[in-house]
């Protein structure tokens, strides 16, 4: 199947600071997203990327599929960023929809 | 506010016994997926459903079951329960693939 690893696994930010997650899949996609899961454990969609660049407030996302990579920007960090990042992809191959999610990656951010 | 609707929030059960969580889809969304995250497996594909239909099976034990009825909710029933099923079980939904996948807040399950 295919694998999904997101760097760095943790992070920690001094408020305000920038900060960039990276994703890498080992296979073609046709699905890829991003999600957060805030401290009382809810999944809330950040980004559905594919391909190509988005933006949401301080967020913006970037797939090259390519190259098999993801990468989500964080930009003037807020406590409230704090949490756990994951990517998820859906093989292209799979013909399901299900999605596989990287292990995450661990930000805190400090006032 | 997803729109996945997920019963109990918290359950806390006795090793052995049965349990029964509940996902209701979000209007519309014909795809039913229930994930199992725990704390040294991360997010795990349990099983997905679509219009009724099993359509993808992943990690799931044989003491674990589910279903999607004709109103399009679906139920995970985890049975014979050890101390390693405590976690926290999520139901996700989707038009179908290819779109986004919206989660429910989770059921958190606790085994003593």
């Known amino acids: 199947g295919i694998q999904v690893e997101q760097s760095p696994p943790d992070l920690i930010l001094q408020e305000g600071a920038n900060s960039t997650l990276r994703c890498n899949f080992s296979?073609?996609?046709?699905?890829l997203q991003w999600f957060h899961q805030n401290p009382w454990g809810q999944l809330i969609n950040l980004f559905y990327?594919?391909?190509g660049t988005k933006q949401n407030g301080r967020l913006s996302a970037t797939t090259v599929a390519t190259e098999r990579y993801s990468l989500l920007y964080i930009s003037s960090s807020q406590t409230t960023d704090s949490g756990v990042y994951f990517c998820?992809?859906?093989?292209?191959?799979?013909?399901?929809?299900?999605?596989?999610f990287g292990q995450g990656t661990t930000l805190q951010v400090k006032p | 506010d997803s729109g996945v609707t997920q019963t109990p929030k918290h359950l806390i059960t006795a090793t052995g016994q049965r349990v029964t969580l509940r996902c209701s889809p979000r209007?519309?969304?014909?795809?039913v997926y229930w994930y199992q995250q725990s704390l040294d497996q991360g997010l795990q594909f349990l099983i997905q459903?679509?219009?009724?239909?099993?359509?993808a099976k992943g990690n799931i034990l044989e003491r674990f079951s589910a279903q999607q009825f004709p109103d399009l909710h679906s139920e995970l029933n985890l049975s014979s329960l050890e101390l390693g099923d405590s976690a926290l079980y999520f139901c996700?939904?989707?038009?179908?693939?290819?779109?986004?996948?919206?989660f429910g807040e989770g059921s958190w399950l606790t085994v003593v």
């Open positions: 996700a939904s989707t038009m179908d693939r290819g779109n986004t996948i919206y």
């Open positions: 209007s519309g969304d014909l795809s």
């Open positions: 459903y679509y219009n009724g239909e099993e359509r």
């Open positions: 296979d073609s996609v046709n699905n």
């Open positions: 990327i594919p391909s």
């Open positions: 998820a992809v859906e093989q292209r191959s799979s013909n399901t929809g299900k999605l596989i």
